[in-house]
């Protein structure tokens, strides 16, 4: 059978707010199931714009309309404006995702900084960020969390390990080609099986080779149309929830056409018991429309 898991990432207050619950209703409107994963503390969007300086940062700006996706307020928050506190803001609206049967998982603390700094952090800054966001979470729905997915797909050997200690037994927080079992430079397990996004996003397309908002869809859908596997989609709240919610439409209902049963994140780890999965060690790597190095599927040992 032929499998999709829809992974939604919410990075700021407002794709939470806003992205998050017309993402829910569309889903649940279509009898889709989706993975939920939120940013749990200070909304420092604004503080990304740092990244204007690095390679290919600035190519992104100019091709995905930035400002028009998150809003000017979002790219001022942390910097001019006071950094909103998203879970403490928008516990109703995570806890009400759980309760229409969406999984719920972390994607971060504070998107911005894990995103610009673990990928060289301590172990104890690495550990305290994930506690953080946790504890956090357990505040809110009054359990362990159990599902975890990276922010910007920054990960470092320290999380990885952190997350069986934290009790996380699904993660996705690389990009790759199938699931795998993540393991160190000696060859030792160092986490949960890695259920890594496996598709491009639509940020990461527009603006490239005639691909637009318009038809965005089609391109995802050209890549689909001949892959068996199981297949990991990540979303983000604030552009497929609010300006490209109609694109992300048209991409379910093509996938629908072309035969692929969605699932959620939670249901993995089931539908892969017994299969004997590679073992790889996660690295650094590139993905096309997308700057800078992100943690990746490595090759086999």
């Given amino acids: ?26 889903f649940e409107r279509l009898g889709i199931p989706a993975t939920f994963l939120f940013s749990l503390g200070p ?16 190519g992104k700006v100019r091709r995905t309309s930035v400002v028009r996706h998150y809003g000017i307020r979002t790219l ?21 995702v759980a309760a229409a049967g969406f999984d719920t998982g972390i994607h971060v603390w504070n998107h911005t900084l ?18 953080l966001a946790a504890d956090r979470y357990a505040d809110i729905f009054g359990r362990r969390p159990t599902i975890h997915g990276a ?19 699904v993660a996705s927080d690389t990009r790759g080609s199938s699931p795998f079992v993540p393991v160190d430079r000696d060859g030792h397990e160092s986490g ?25 869809h089609e391109h995802l859908l050209a890549l689909t149309e001949t892959r068996a596997d199981l297949q990991v989609f990540t979303l983000h709240a604030e552009l497929e929830g609010i300006p490209l919610i109609g694109s992300l439409q048209k991409l379910v209902s093509g996938w629908r056409v ?20 590679p073992r790889c060690v996660p690295r650094a790597g590139t993905v096309s429309g997308r700057s800078g190095l992100l943690s990746t599927q490595g090759p086999a040992i």
């Avoid at 320290?158 to 069986?164: D, L, P, Q």
């Avoid at 072309?258 to 004997?276: H, M």
Wanted: glycine content about 10%; aromatic content about 8%.
């Fill in 192 to 216: 949960p099986t890695q259920f890594p996004t496996t598709l491009p996003t639509m940020d990461e397309l527009i603006g490239i080779d005639g691909c637009e908002e318009r038809n965005v």
């Fill in 151 to 169: 922010a910007g797909w920054q990960m470092n050997e320290v999380a990885f390990r952190f997350e069986s200690e934290l009790g996380i037994q």
């Fill in 76 to 96: 001022l928050y942390g910097t001019l404006l006071p950094a909103p506190d998203i879970g403490r803001r928008e516990g109703a609206t995570m806890r009400a």
């Fill in 43 to 58: 909304d420092q969007t604004g503080r990304a714009l740092g990244r204007a300086f690095r390679p290919g940062f600035l």
């Fill in 258 to 277: 072309q035969g692929w049963t969605f699932v959620s994140l939670s249901q993995l780890p089931e539908l892969f018991r017994g299969v004997a999965l």
């Fill in 1 to 26: 059978m032929r499998r999709i898991a829809l992974k939604v990432d919410a990075d700021t207050w407002r794709g939470t707010r806003d992205g998050v619950p017309a993402l829910a209703r569309l």
């Fill in 114 to 131: 894990w995103q610009d700094n673990v990928a060289t952090a301590s172990a104890g800054w690495t550990k305290h960020q994930m506690r």
